[in-house]
């Protein structure tokens, strides 16, 4: 009886551990102050970040040159994409070769290229973990 009861606490912490939620931060750069919205995408896998379907997706209202928010999110890969509405149409805008007219930032991104969702994730693999995004323009 007493190793049936050492087997479920065990099962109990392995299963709490795994579906355990973190907090992340998310510091965001080089916001246009009174530029529009701050649009957040949030993937959870290489098939919906192809789609353009994000898993999760938020709405910021900046008022300052940086910005954080704070997100729960399961322990797993993620890629997290922005953009800054500067025109107020609710998407983004896109120029000459397909270069974007508004700022916008990646998870993991080096220059101005954003690169493919292997590139870009990163793991959330336990609690207060911090991102930063600087927000870029062509």
């Known amino acids: 009886m007493k190793k049936w009861w050492t087997f479920v606490i065990l099962i109990l912490f392995i299963v709490n551990n795994i579906y355990a939620e973190n907090i992340l ?73 397909g270069i974007p007219k508004e700022p916008y930032g990646f998870s993991n991104m080096k220059g101005k290229t954003p690169g493919n969702y292997s590139q870009l994730k990163f793991r959330m693999n336990n609690s207060n973990e911090k991102i930063t995004i600087p927000l870029v323009r062509w």
Request: proline share 3%.
């Open 25 to 97: 931060t998310i510091e965001i750069h080089n916001i246009i102050i009174n530029g529009g919205t701050i649009y957040m995408a949030i993937y959870f896998n290489d098939k919906s970040f192809k789609n353009k379907r994000p898993d999760i997706t938020l709405q910021i209202m900046p008022n300052n040159i940086n910005y954080l928010q704070e997100i729960t999110l399961s322990e797993g890969e993620y890629v997290i994409a922005l953009f800054q509405d500067i025109n107020g149409n609710g998407e983004m805008d896109y120029g000459l070769f």
